[in-house]
């Protein structure tokens, strides 16, 4: 079975762009989880999808959006990039909401 | 002071050595998850707890919900198991389930 996938992995990003970034989950996965890492703020809860719908969110700004597509894979996308904005973004995908997750590689975004 | 407390930050052990991880929080939680990280940024999923004991090969994870704890044993260690353990846990604030985590234990294990 396929790992979780998130494309690109890497992006080069100038301030007050926008970004939209791409999470394929295990076959047979509905939920999908958002993270974002950076080492000052460490791991921070994004959003969380399942069924298309968005079930739970974490403490970020309306900038940070997402979806979630009927075949389960789903996007991220940060408008008006800041500087802070650059960190690494994990998606996790898990059977349903509340089950263990499986994580991808990560996208390294940064932000000049 | 932050949800979820992880002790040590850092802990550095010889091959062979039992290793023993803790995280206390300070929440209500539904279930608890041990993350396992590698150099480079790839995140393993070690466990995942509700209550009790889970053994996986080497690898140990108990909670206690009363007291709000939960530790991670590393029998036999080797130096494939360094890494960095986070823990974090699923709570729900009105009707918003999330998971917060800790600031993670860099383990590294000398030959």
């Known amino acids: 079975k396929a790992g979780v996938t998130q494309t690109p992995r890497y992006l080069i990003k100038t301030r007050g762009q926008q970004v939209t970034l791409s999470c394929s989950p295990i076959?047979?996965?509905?939920?999908v989880s958002w993270y974002q890492q950076t080492p000052g703020q460490g791991l921070q809860f994004l959003f969380e999808?399942?069924?298309?719908?968005?079930?739970n969110k974490g403490n970020f700004p309306g900038r940070f959006s997402g979806r979630q597509f009927s075949n389960s894979r789903s996007e991220m996308n940060v408008s008006t990039l800041e500087l802070g904005d650059s960190a690494l973004y994990l998606c996790?995908?898990?059977?349903?909401?509340?089950?263990?997750?499986?994580f991808g590689p990560g996208t390294r975004l940064t932000v000049t | 002071k932050n949800e979820v407390e992880q002790s040590p930050q850092n802990l550095t052990a010889q091959e062979g050595e039992f290793i023993t991880i803790n995280c206390s929080y300070s929440?209500?939680?539904?279930?608890l998850h041990w993350l396992q990280q590698h150099p480079g940024g790839g995140i393993v999923s070690l466990f995942m707890?509700?209550?009790g004991k889970k053994k996986h090969g080497r690898l140990i994870a108990t909670i206690n919900i009363q007291e709000k704890h939960s530790s991670l044993h590393i029998t036999a260690s080797h130096p494939r198991d360094s890494a960095v353990y986070i823990c974090a846990v699923r709570s729900q604030h009105f009707g918003n389930e999330k998971l917060t985590f800790g600031t993670g234990t860099r383990l590294t294990i000398i030959p």
């Open positions: 929440v209500g939680i539904s279930a």
């Open positions: 999808y399942f069924s298309e719908t968005q079930r």
């Open positions: 076959s047979g996965h509905r939920s």
């Open positions: 996790a995908s898990s059977f349903v909401v509340g089950y263990e997750q499986y």
């Open positions: 707890l509700s209550s």
